[in-house]
């Protein structure tokens, strides 16, 4: 399994790093840069980026309506629609991240490189042939769910050039293994050999880095998982007491849910299902309005 994985990995090689195919931005231009960043407001939401090497989460995708390349993102890269990446509203930039369609168990490895979404309600903004690939419409709304790839992430923030003081590292969380099995090629992919045998993850442990860059080349091949959808719900806010917990549910019509117990208890308070994305879009918009400014749709 491990050869066949390096194969792949080697097959890679020459022009599938990920930044390393078309024109390269001219030497007069300012280079990509790691960044975390400062709290911004971004429409009617404030987001607080962080360093988060272990961050999984799920929600609403996005699709990028943009259609032109050259535009700079906000790491000092260039986006292009026709590859492989994503915005996030607090992730430091950038950052491979493994992005699942829940409603059809499409999975692609995605670097994180600009801020974003600007809808409220809607957790990672795909370029288009991201979305291409996850097989999620240009109108998005799609149930995703992502996970940081630690290992990849790491070394990008260790190649790339700092222009803040970087914040308190969080050790990734083990991750369940997954079964997987190759998808017919998709038009315009680049094809390469793949053990059919091989985990998703294990395509993580042997992405190509070369030594000091901040090249990771990303294949245009997802893989297949078990689809799991699930319910559309608000997440409102968390309380280590549970009398705020109430005051707020009571005030915005939701309901407390605790985890764990004692001093360590978390009380949330949620709203949901809701049967559509329209109808999570709008119950989250009344709750926005009422002041909870961190409240999001999560998939449960």
């Known amino acids: 399994m491990m050869r066949g994985w390096r194969r792949h990995a080697a097959a890679w090689?020459?022009?599938?790093?990920?930044?390393?195919?078309?024109?390269?931005p001219s030497p007069s231009m300012p280079e990509a840069r790691y960044i975390v960043g400062e709290p911004y407001q971004m429409g009617s939401q404030w987001s607080y980026p962080r360093e988060d090497f272990a961050l999984r989460d799920s929600g609403l995708a996005a699709v990028a309506l943009d259609r032109r390349a050259g535009r700079r993102?906000?790491?000092?890269?260039?986006?292009?629609?026709?590859?492989?990446?994503?915005?996030?509203?607090?992730?430091?930039?950038?950052s491979i991240v493994r992005v699942t369609n829940l409603e059809n168990g499409l999975e692609l490895l995605?670097?994180?490189?600009?801020?974003?979404?600007?809808?409220?309600?809607?957790?990672?903004?795909?370029?288009?042939?991201?979305?291409?690939?996850?097989?999620?419409?240009?109108?998005?709304?799609?149930?995703?769910?992502?996970?940081v790839e630690s290992g990849p992430s790491r070394a990008?923030?260790?190649?790339l050039p700092a222009v803040e003081t970087r914040a308190l590292k969080i050790d990734a969380a083990p991750?369940?293994?997954?079964?997987?099995?190759?998808?017919?090629?998709?038009?315009?992919?680049?094809v390469v050999a793949l053990n059919h045998d091989a985990r998703p993850s294990r395509a993580v442990a042997d992405l190509p880095t070369a030594s000091g860059s901040a090249d990771i080349s990303l294949p245009e091949q997802p893989w297949r998982v078990a689809a799991r959808p699930g319910r559309l719900m608000i997440?409102?806010?968390?309380?280590?007491?549970?009398?705020?917990a109430q005051r707020q549910a009571a005030r915005i019509g939701g309901r407390?849910?605790?985890?764990?117990?004692g001093r360590r208890a978390e009380h949330r308070v949620r709203l949901g299902p809701f049967a559509s994305a329209p109808q999570a879009?709008?119950?989250?918009?009344?709750?926005?309005?009422?002041?909870?400014?961190?409240?999001r749709i999560v998939i449960d």
């Open 256 to 261: 407390v849910e605790t985890l764990g117990q």
């Open 110 to 147: 995605v670097r994180v490189n600009d801020r974003g979404p600007s809808q409220p309600g809607r957790l990672l903004e795909l370029s288009r042939r991201a979305g291409e690939l996850l097989q999620i419409p240009p109108s998005g709304g799609t149930q995703i769910a992502i996970a």
């Open 156 to 159: 990008l923030a260790g190649a």
């Open 73 to 94: 993102t906000l790491n000092g890269e260039i986006h292009d629609p026709a590859r492989i990446s994503a915005a996030h509203r607090t992730l430091q930039l950038p």
């Open 13 to 24: 090689g020459g022009c599938m790093l990920a930044w390393g195919c078309g024109p390269s």
């Open 235 to 244: 997440q409102a806010s968390s309380f280590n007491n549970r009398a705020d």
């Open 175 to 190: 991750r369940e293994a997954l079964n997987a099995e190759r998808l017919p090629d998709l038009p315009g992919t680049r």
């Open 281 to 295: 879009d709008s119950a989250l918009e009344a709750v926005l309005r009422s002041g909870v400014s961190d409240a």
